[in-house]
Each structure stands twice: as structure tokens, then as C-alpha cells.
């Protein structure tokens, strides 16, 4: 089963350091999502990418969150300088838009961030 | 002190019970529709979805119903088993397509053996 796969799973680390999250969307998907997910605001979409293409990064802080995707096997997401109130549970999805009918968000299972 | 977090509504069913989950959305464009199933310490696994030209769509155990005229969806499972206790969330895009969606705030669905 093709699956997205998010490294690393989990990271903790101080407030102020740079924080790096990685994602491999599934082979031949062309739509790359970054999501958020606390308890208190549930999943908030952060950044969208189409065909390499960054299309929609509203929910994205700009001062401190950047998203990429330098080639298409590879999204990246990072925080510089994290803050405490970043901590959550970040997912990647990747789906398609190329092909009739499409093919719907698959998530990865996610980086748990904390920051101390 | 202590942190409130969302409050996720709860079905509890017994074991071999039909569950049903509703969502109601409130954008009357929206024309594609997905279900999401959510277990602890992972991401949300589509399960099904719908387009709006349909009022019905069937998968294994699972149904999906859309009443476009309320603006609700369902999602039914047959004879529900401890497996699929986890978190249902429906979403849904305005797009046309598979691009953007938004996610409702999501259901635990809790199995009683």
C-alpha cells in the first residue's frame, strides 16, 4: 500500500530553535497539504501545494512558518524560531487532481511536536 | 491550569449495532464530500466519499448519504466492531475537485463490546 510518509514522528525541543518536518507524498500525487491539529482549534489546513506550486498558505503564520516543496518527491514545513504555542501534531496529506476522478487526501501519520 | 480543548460529541454502540454519524456543512457550493476515520496516534484515513450528483453511496459496511436540500451528510456502518472505535470526521470542498477541503470538528465513535 502506498502510503505518505512524515519524518521524524516526533521531536521535542526547546522554544526558539528551528524545527524541520519532512514529508514524501505518495508517488504521482501532484497536491501536497500541511495540516495542524490540536485539541483545542481541531485540523486547521496551514499550506497547500499544486504541482510543486504553493497555492493557498493563509493559515500559515508567515513570520515563522515556511513551506516547500523543492522537488516532488520531498514537502517541507519548518519553524524558525518555534514557540511553545506551536506544539501539536503536524500531518501531511498528498492527493491528485490530474486524473478522473481524483484522488482524494491520503495522510501520513503525522510529527508530534512539543516545544519546551 | 487545565486546557479546554475541543468538545467532540460521542456515539457509544454496542458491538454489532448499526452506528450512524452526521455532519451537517453550511456552504451550499460545496459539491464533493469525504469521510475520515481518525485512531489514536494516527492520521485521518479516508473511508468514502460523495459527489454532489448523488444522494448515496455504498462502500464495504460503510454508507455515505447526502441530503443536499438540508445540508447534512451521514455516514452509517453495519454491524459496528471494536476496530471502529476512533474519530469520524466529514469534510468538505467547494472546488469541483480534489483540492482544498475543510474539515468538520469530528465524532468519537466508541465501541461497547
Known amino acids: 500500500d502506498a502510503r505518505v510518509t512524515q519524518t521524524p514522528r516526533h521531536k521535542v525541543t526547546e522554544m526558539g530553535q528551528e524545527v524541520t518536518m519532512r514529508c514524501q507524498p505518495i508517488?504521482?500525487?501532484?497536491?501536497v497539504f500541511w495540516y495542524r491539529q490540536t485539541m483545542m482549534q481541531g485540523l486547521e489546513l496551514l499550506a497547500y501545494?499544486?504541482?510543486?506550486?504553493?497555492?493557498?498558505d493563509s493559515g500559515m503564520p508567515k513570520d515563522r512558518f515556511s513551506a516547500e516543496m523543492p522537488d516532488a518527491t520531498l514537502a517541507t514545513l519548518k519553524i524558525q524560531p518555534s514557540e511553545p504555542r506551536d506544539s501539536a501534531v503536524y500531518f501531511c496529506?498528498?492527493?491528485?487532481?490530474?486524473?478522473?476522478?481524483?484522488?482524494?487526501?491520503?495522510f501520513g501519520d503525522g510529527t508530534r511536536l512539543s516545544i519546551l | 491550569g487545565e486546557s479546554v480543548g475541543l468538545h467532540l460529541p460521542t456515539l457509544s454502540v454496542q458491538e454489532g449495532d448499526n452506528s450512524i454519524i452526521n455532519c451537517a456543512y453550511s456552504n451550499s457550493a460545496s459539491d464533493y464530500f469525504i469521510w475520515y476515520k481518525q485512531e489514536s496516534g494516527k492520521g485521518p484515513q479516508f473511508i468514502i466519499d460523495i459527489r454532489s450528483n448523488m444522494d448515496k453511496r455504498q462502500g464495504q459496511r460503510v454508507t455515505v448519504l447526502l441530503n443536499k436540500t438540508v445540508k447534512h451528510l451521514s455516514l452509517q456502518i453495519a454491524a459496528t466492531q471494536p476496530g471502529d472505535s476512533a474519530v469520524y470526521f466529514c469534510a468538505e470542498s467547494s472546488n469541483g475537485g480534489y483540492q482544498k477541503v475543510t474539515f468538520g470538528t469530528g465524532t468519537k465513535l466508541q465501541v461497547i463490546p
Open positions: 496529506a498528498s492527493g491528485s487532481d490530474r486524473v478522473i476522478p481524483g484522488v482524494p487526501q491520503h
Open positions: 501545494f499544486r504541482n510543486r506550486a504553493p497555492l493557498d
Open positions: 508517488l504521482g500525487h501532484n497536491t
